[in-house]
Nanobody, 115 residues
Framework: QVQLVESGGGLVQPGGSLRLSCEFS????????MAWFRQAPGEQRELVGD???????TYTESKKGRFTVSRENLKSTVSLQIDRLKLGDTAVYYC?????????WGQGTQVIVSA
């Protein structure tokens, strides 16, 4: 069974940076496309960006520039770097693994951007 554990969230000031991590276990990491989503209070969950095994990344148009998704296949981890944080980045950030067995989600990590 695929398990995903996110970490790295917290309280940060506007303009700061944060790096979130997601640890994957339970299957072959390279068989899965990995993605980061976020869900702000009262909003629907939205895609931030995703990355394939060959490191090709795609981002939601509004997320280009400040968000960087990366993965380390040897460590079975995927990361999300967020730069120049804004108040509107406050959300729970989720990691998703998509493979032939379906989609799996982590429990999320909370990011609060506040002065």
């Amino acid at each position: 069974q695929v398990q995903l554990v996110e970490s790295g969230g917290g309280l940060v000031q506007p303009g700061g940076s944060l790096r979130l991590s997601c640890e994957f276990s339970g299957s072959n990491f390279r068989h899965y496309a990995m993605a980061w989503f976020r869900q702000a209070p009262g909003e629907q969950r939205e895609l931030v960006g995703d990355i394939l095994d060959d490191m090709i990344t795609t981002y939601t148009e509004s997320k280009k520039g400040r968000f960087t998704v990366s993965r380390e296949n040897l460590k079975s981890t995927v990361s999300l770097q967020i730069d120049r944080l804004k108040l509107g980045d406050t959300a729970v950030y989720y990691c998703r693994a998509q493979g032939f067995r379906g989609a799996f989600w982590g429990q999320g990590t909370q990011v609060i951007v506040s002065a």
